[in-house]
C-alpha cells in the first residue's frame, strides 16, 4: 500500500498536484514514517481531520 502512495505522489508532483492525506491513525503513521513517506510528502501535509485540511488547500489555493 506504501508503494502505491508513493507512486501516487510521483504522479501529483509531477503535475504539481498537492498531495494531502488525513485521519491517519497511530499504527499506519508509524509504517508510513517508517518507509519514508511522511518525509517525502512532507508532516505539513498529514492532517487529522478533513475539516482542516480542506481549510489549509483553500488558504494555499488562495495564495497561488
Known amino acids: ?3 502505491a502512495m508513493k507512486e501516487i505522489y510521483r504522479k501529483c508532483k509531477q ?3 498537492r498531495f494531502i492525506i488525513t485521519h491517519v491513525q497511530e499504527q499506519p503513521m508509524k509504517t508510513l514514517k517508517k518507509m519514508g513517506f511522511v518525509k517525502m510528502i512532507g508532516e505539513e501535509n ?3 481531520s478533513k475539516v482542516e485540511a480542506i481549510k489549509n488547500a483553500v488558504e494555499y489555493i488562495n495564495k497561488k
Open 1 to 3: 500500500a506504501v508503494a
Open 15 to 17: 503535475y504539481n498536484i
Open 46 to 48: 498529514i492532517y487529522e
